[in-house]
């Protein structure tokens, strides 16, 4: 089949490469010249795991090529349109400026019988607001994309389901459908689930999908601060209540909360469109979610401050808390989460931000984040490995859960820094395994003191 997908960015590129991977003939078309002349020569220009040699098996089998012209996509009999849907600038709503340009520039290029199909995130009712745009040439449907970063490429090839958005009218509605069926053949063939339903809940589940993994994430905070404050373990309690099948395992790690280009905008446009539509339950709902996620951020600095005031003739700052100007801070992970260099809305970079703020010497590394630290916060000092940012330490910050930190041999850096502090932001690292080391652990709602301790 002859695709298009029209934005090249994280989700973009990836479906691209994936559909080529599944033998169809795409062309990715990108306005930003930059991004575009990257992939043309077979570089991706961020990070995420697998897609590069993805790219390069669909560039040089010639079934996968890039364009900045809308008008390369002509001939393409699906055109899937994957551009940002950011958070609108001062607001919550999302600005759907970029999909409707993409619409616009697309609708004169429509070959008869040609289907476009929304990817990008948007508030529910956009697909029947936009559809209009293409001037009757073809018809709007949205296929909502659940990949992770880090994950991408298994997540488009192996989703856990498919959903398809269709219009009213029945007969261009199966013809969406039919149409849709043979691009994911192969994900249908293997027994993937694929729900046809209307357009609005097609925008709806994507929104709700993300809604409820921000609440998980968030309710697990909360029970976080309880256990913090009664000497309880978050983490012990998220195994515990995630046996039960009704609750599950996943999204229960507790910790700095989440961010990125997804989960924080999203929760807040579904918020500003509840609000819209007069229904305000999700909303309040989202808002609380958002502020305690917002809220870990500070806590995180907060616990770092009142561990370092804790330590022999450390000075305090007029409000109680450790001062930490002059404190070196070797700060672990800035990507939004691991096996990821995107850096939008990310809680480690905000924290180690309010701690340079605060007058910290703030030495930080991220194993891919740095070149995209490097601009957005270049009064940042970034290094090339972890060891180097520990070295003659006050403290050690895991803000990001990289494998290479959850690997670190504790015994061996204690010898490169006198304090060892380590404040474990993500609940990642294994407190004894810390203690025995000599560190003084601390995490975000686990046990101030080893469990045998406690038991004893
Ligand atoms: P991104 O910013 O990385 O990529 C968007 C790309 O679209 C950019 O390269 C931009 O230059 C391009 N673009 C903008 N306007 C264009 C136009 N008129 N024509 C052609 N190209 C244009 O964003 P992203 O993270 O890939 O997200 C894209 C959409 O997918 C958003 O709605 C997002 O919510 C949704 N989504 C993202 C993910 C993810 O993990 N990143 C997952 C699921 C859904
Ligand atoms: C998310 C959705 O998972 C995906 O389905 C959607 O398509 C896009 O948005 P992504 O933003 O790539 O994906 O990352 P995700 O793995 O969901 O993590 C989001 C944030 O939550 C990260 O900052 C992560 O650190 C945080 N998180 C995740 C937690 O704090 N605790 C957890 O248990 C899981």
């Given at each position: 089949m002859r695709i298009s997908v029209i934005g090249c960015g994280y989700l973009g590129a990836v479906h691209a490469a994936?559909?080529?991977?599944?033998?169809?003939?795409?062309?990715?078309?990108?306005?930003?010249?930059?991004?575009?002349?990257?992939?043309?020569?077979?570089?991706?220009?961020?990070?995420?795991?697998?897609?590069?040699?993805?790219?390069?098996?669909?560039?040089?089998?010639?079934?996968?090529?890039?364009?900045t012209e809308i008008?390369?996509?002509?001939?393409?009999?699906?055109?899937?349109?994957?551009?940002?849907?950011?958070?609108?600038?001062?607001?919550?709503?999302?600005?759907?400026?970029?999909?409707?340009?993409?619409?616009?520039?697309?609708?004169?290029?429509?070959?008869?019988?040609?289907?476009?199909?929304g990817k990008s995130t948007v508030p529910v009712g956009t697909a029947r607001r936009l559809a209009p745009l293409l001037a009757?040439?073809?018809?709007?449907?949205?296929?909502?994309?659940?990949?992770?970063?880090?994950?991408?490429?298994?997540?488009?090839?192996?989703p856990?389901?498919?959903?398809?958005?269709?219009?009213?009218?029945?007969?261009?509605?199966?013809?969406?459908?039919?149409?849709?069926?043979?691009?994911?053949?192969?994900?249908?063939?293997?027994?993937?689930?694929?729900?046809?339903?209307?357009?609005?809940?097609?925008?709806?589940?994507?929104?709700?999908?993300?809604?409820?993994?921000?609440?998980?994430?968030?309710?697990?905070?909360?029970?976080?601060?309880?256990?913090?404050?009664?000497?309880?373990?978050?983490?012990?309690?998220?195994?515990?209540?995630?046996?039960?099948?009704?609750?599950?395992?996943?999204?229960?790690?507790?910790?700095?909360?989440?961010g990125g280009g997804c989960l924080p905008k999203d929760i807040r446009a579904f918020g500003a469109r509840a609000a819209e539509l007069g229904e305000d339950a999700i909303g309040s709902l989202l808002r609380e979610a958002d502020r305690i996620n917002l809220g870990r951020r500070?806590?995180?600095?907060?616990?770092?401050?009142?561990?370092?005031?804790s330590q022999p003739g450390a000075a305090t700052s007029v409000d109680g808390g450790g001062d930490l100007r002059g404190r070196r801070i070797a700060v672990l992970g800035l990507a939004f989460k691991p096996d990821s260099d995107d850096i939008r809305d990310s809680p480690a970079l905000s924290v180690a931000?309010?701690?340079?703020?605060?007058?910290?010497?703030?030495?930080?590394?991220?194993?891919?984040?740095?070149?995209?630290?490097?601009?957005?916060?270049?009064?940042l000092t970034c290094v090339d490995t972890a060891d180097e940012a520990v070295v003659g330490a006050d403290a050690v910050l895991v803000l990001t859960e990289w494998r290479e930190y959850r690997e670190l041999d504790p015994a061996a850096l204690a010898a490169t820094t006198p304090a060892r502090l380590v404040l474990d932001a993500r609940n990642c690292l294994d407190p004894a395994a810390w203690r025995a080391a000599g560190w003084d652990y601390r995490g975000l709602g686990r046990h101030e003191q080893p469990v045998g301790a406690l038991v004893a």
């Open positions: 994936a559909m080529a991977s599944q033998g169809h003939d795409v062309i990715g078309i990108d306005v930003d010249p930059v991004r575009l002349g990257a992939l043309r020569e077979g570089r991706v220009p961020f990070h995420e795991p697998g897609l590069e040699q993805l790219l390069s098996e669909g560039m040089s089998a010639g079934r996968l090529r890039f364009s008008a390369d996509a002509a001939t393409a009999q699906v055109h899937f349109v994957a551009v940002n849907t950011p958070q609108r600038l001062g607001g919550d709503e999302a600005d759907l400026g970029y999909v409707e340009a993409a619409l616009r520039s697309l609708a004169p290029h429509l070959a008869p019988g040609a289907l476009v199909v009757g040439r073809a018809e709007l449907v949205w296929n909502p994309e659940f990949l992770r970063e880090g994950h991408a490429i298994d997540d488009t090839l192996r856990d389901r498919l959903v398809y958005g269709v219009g009213d009218e029945p007969e261009s509605a199966e013809r969406a459908r039919v149409l849709l069926d043979e691009v994911y053949a192969p994900q249908l063939a293997t027994g993937v689930p694929r729900i046809v339903a209307d357009r609005e809940t097609a925008e709806l589940v994507k929104v709700s999908a993300n809604a409820f993994l921000a609440l998980k994430i968030s309710f697990i905070n909360a029970v976080a601060d309880v256990c913090a404050a009664t000497g309880a373990d978050v983490n012990l309690l998220a195994d515990a209540i995630g046996h039960d099948a009704r609750i599950g395992r996943r999204f229960l790690g507790a910790g700095l909360g989440f500070h806590r995180a600095v907060e616990l770092l401050r009142t561990a370092l005031s931000t309010e701690l340079a703020l605060l007058g910290a010497e703030v030495v930080a590394h991220d194993p891919h984040a740095v070149p995209k630290v490097r601009i957005a916060r270049p009064e």
